[in-house]
């Protein structure tokens, strides 16, 4: 058995591409910085604060949400799968980049300035979204513009 799963909590450093394809799919690549805190180690050494750039790629359903609600500093939490692939460059030459597939994202960050609650939604590449209300009916894609195609 193995377990390919990634948790990324970070801020997203740059407005995500969006790409369109041919019969409506979509592919949205942004970058997602975490950053570790400065420490003291052993001996009381002195660890600087470290900050990690993730590549970021969404795919299906979830390229709308992105598209609409995520923007460069917009907090992030992120459940995935890690990739790593290869590609020849325009110089003919090898690169690797490795990247995180996303199959949950749930929006930290405030929607808008005057959303004073803060409040955050959760969206699956499976089609299940936030958490039960009070009445125990799941939220669903209802408060958006679109439909998402899974």
């Known amino acids: 058995m193995s377990v390919n799963k990634v948790i990324l909590l970070g801020n997203v450093g740059k407005d ?5 394809f041919d019969q409506n799919r979509a592919v949205a690549n942004f970058t997602l910085a975490t950053t570790e805190r400065a420490h003291l180690g052993r001996n009381d050494q002195q660890i600087p ?3 990690e750039w993730h590549n970021i790629v969404v795919r ?7 598209e609409r609600f995520v923007h460069k500093g917009s907090k992030l939490y992120i459940e995935g799968k ?4 290869q590609y020849v460059d325009r110089d003919n030459q090898n690169r690797f980049v490795t990247e995180i597939l996303v199959d949950e994202l749930e929006i930290l960050s405030r929607r808008e300035p005057n959303d004073a609650a803060g409040t955050t939604k959760r969206y699956s590449a499976t089609g299940d979204v936030g958490e039960p209300d009070e009445s125990g009916y799941k939220s669903s894609f209802d408060d958006l513009d679109f439909e998402p195609q899974f």
Do not use: F, K, N
Not at 16 to 20: A, T
Not at 60 to 66: E, K, P, S
């Open 16 to 20: 995500p591409d969006i790409r369109y």
């Open 49 to 51: 604060e470290r900050t």
């Open 60 to 66: 299906g359903g979830l390229v709308q949400v992105v």
């Open 82 to 85: 890690i990739r790593s692939r």
